[in-house]
């Protein structure tokens, strides 16, 4: 069964940091580009980031540029978004999902799989 399973997510005051892990099972995880969504509550969800099959290229919204950074390491089937400066307006809950592609779609449009999402909160 393929599956993909966020987690890392919890409170942090504004200007902290925390890394999300998105792990994959039931698949390799290597042929598949990666892209972490969020949704804060009453908002539209927002593609946050996108990487690669090969990690040879990543793209980010312009929201979180110079402060989230995407990364995967395929041997152990996980990607991860570091997200540093966190701002009050990051309170979301974040996903991540996956489709079988070498490049990023265009709006990180038509993903086939997805998580159930883990919970950021930015408060003091």
């Known amino acids: 069964q393929l599956q993909l399973v966020e987690s890392g997510g919890g409170l942090v005051q504004p200007g902290g940091s925390l890394r999300l892990s998105c792990a994959a099972s039931?698949?390799?995880?290597?042929?598949?580009?990666i892209a972490w969504f969020r949704q804060a509550p009453g908002k539209e969800r927002e593609g946050v980031s996108c990487?690669?099959?090969?990690?040879?290229?990543?793209n980010y919204a312009d929201s979180v540029k110079g402060r989230f950074t995407i990364s995967r390491d395929n041997a152990k089937n996980t990607v991860y978004l570091q997200m540093n400066n966190l701002k009050p307006e990051d309170t979301a809950v974040y996903y991540c999902?996956?489709?079988?592609?070498?490049?990023?779609?265009?709006?990180?449009?038509?993903?086939?799989?997805w998580g159930k999402g883990t919970l950021v909160t930015v408060s003091s």
């Open positions: 999902a996956a489709v079988r592609s070498s490049w990023c779609p265009q709006r990180y449009s038509g993903m086939d799989y």
């Open positions: 039931g698949f390799t995880l290597g042929y598949y580009v």
């Open positions: 990487i690669s099959s090969s990690a040879s290229s990543t």
